[in-house]
Each structure stands twice: as C-alpha cells, then as structure tokens.
T-cell receptor, first 112, second 115 residues
Framework: DVKVTQSSRYLVKRTGEKVFLECVQD?????MFWYRQDPGLGLRLIYF???????EKGDIPEGYSVSREKKERFSLILESASTNQTSMYLC???????????FGPGTRLTVT | AQKVTQAQTEISVVEKEDVTLDCVYE???????LFWYKQPPSGELVFLIR??????QNEISGRYSWNFQKSTSSFNFTITASQVVDSAVYFC????????????FGRGTQLTVWP
C-alpha cells in the first residue's frame, strides 16, 4: 500500500526560527513535491524534486528551501519562519511524470 | 495564468441529489493527463481518477462518473445520488506533457451534502 508520511501533524514555531518539515515515502517514487494549502487559494507548489539531489522551484519558493539526499526523503526548510508562512503543508510523491501523486496527511504549521 | 479553473467555489445539495463539479483546463500540449482528487474533512487528499488526453471515453465508477470533452477543454465530475460522506473539497488537476512532472491544481470546489 502506498504510504507518504510527514514528521508532524501539528507544529508551532516562533518567528525567526529555522523549521524543518520532513516527508518520507516508501514506494520508491522518483518525484516528490511540497505544497502549501491556504483557504481560497487551493494547493500551491513550493518545490519539487524529480531525482535525488535534484530540485525545481514551484510557484512560491521564496522563503523556502528543500533537500533530497535520499530517494525516499524530501525535506522542506523554512530558513527564518515568518507569520505569513502559517499554513497547511502537504507532501506528495509520484512514480513518474504524468502519474498520480500520493499525498501525506499534512502538517499544520503555526508561526507566532 | 490559471491553467485549471474550477469556477464553483462551493456547492450545497441535499442527499440523493446528483451533482456535477466543473473543471476547465488550459494547455497547448497534445499529451496531457487530467486528475480528480478528494479532500475529506480529515484533510488527506485522495486520488480518484487519471485520464490521458487521447482517451475521451467517459468513465464510471459506482456513483462517480467523469465526462472528458477536449472540444470544450473540460473534465467534469458527476456524483449520482449524493451522500453525506461525499462532503469534501474536490480538486481537478492537470499534468502537461512538456513539464517535468508537476501537476497544476484548480482551487477546489467545496461540496456539502446535507442529510
């Protein structure tokens, strides 16, 4: 069964902190994705990776970075958290281009 | 520019009514894929269907059906005899063959089914 896990379901951080969100998939998928979801805005792509150590910017990469050192793990980093990064963060993976993405349960991040 | 448009932000129906969720997409690629996802109140997105651009046959899965029309660039989703458990946010998404693998999501339609 397909499984994408995210390190935390809920997270509260202070402004200026460095924040790491971890995502792990156990399906040997090539592609991994980070989205944020905000009311009325749908899912917005932050970054994605199509191979180990490869990354591509999505639509809203500012204020974020990513790391993919191993195929199964894709980390999202908020270098200096700000209140406007309070959101739901969703990780997904897919086996190849054009295939469906499988989503994790999400991390609801609050920055105070 | 919006590549996937879901014009209906919210829809409310009463149980057993049929409901259609609209999705209009935009692409110049000849090869592309279209998707529908469901996000129930629990929050986790669930994949429902994937169709490629060369297959315009309608698809039916139980109470769910999908109508793909290239002439109008639409991929609409119909739930027949809706149930309370169908209440969720539904997202339509597009994969364009010329891109690396990302999907373009619409903003979603919140469906509420009342008992």
């Amino acid at each position: 069964d397909v499984k994408v896990t995210q390190s935390s379901r809920y997270l509260v951080k202070r402004t200026g902190e460095k924040v790491f969100l971890e995502c792990v998939q156990d399906m040997d998928h090539e592609n991994m994705f980070w989205y944020r979801q905000d009311p009325g805005l749908g899912l917005r792509l932050i970054y994605f990776s199509y191979d180990v150590k490869m990354k591509e910017k999505g639509d809203i990469p500012e204020g974020y970075s990513v790391s993919r050192e191993k195929k199964e793990r894709f980390s999202l980093i908020l270098e200096s958290a700000s209140t406007n990064q309070t959101s739901m963060y969703l990780c997904a993976s897919s086996p190849d281009r054009g295939y469906e993405q499988y989503f994790g349960p999400g991390t609801r991040l609050t920055v105070t | 520019a919006q590549k996937v448009t879901q014009a209906q932000t919210e829809i409310s129906v009463v149980e057993k009514e049929d409901v259609t969720l609209d999705c209009v997409y935009e692409t110049r690629d000849t090869t592309y894929y279209l998707f529908w996802y469901k996000q129930p109140p629990s929050g986790e997105l669930v994949f429902l269907i994937r169709r490629n651009s060369f297959d315009e046959q309608n698809e039916i899965s139980g109470r769910y059906s999908w109508n793909f029309q290239k002439s109008t660039s639409s991929f609409n989703f119909t739930i027949t005899a809706s149930q309370v458990v169908d209440s969720a946010v539904y997202f339509c998404a597009l994969y364009r063959g010329s891109t690396l693998g990302r999907l373009y999501f619409g903003r979603g339609t919140q469906l509420t089914v009342w008992p």
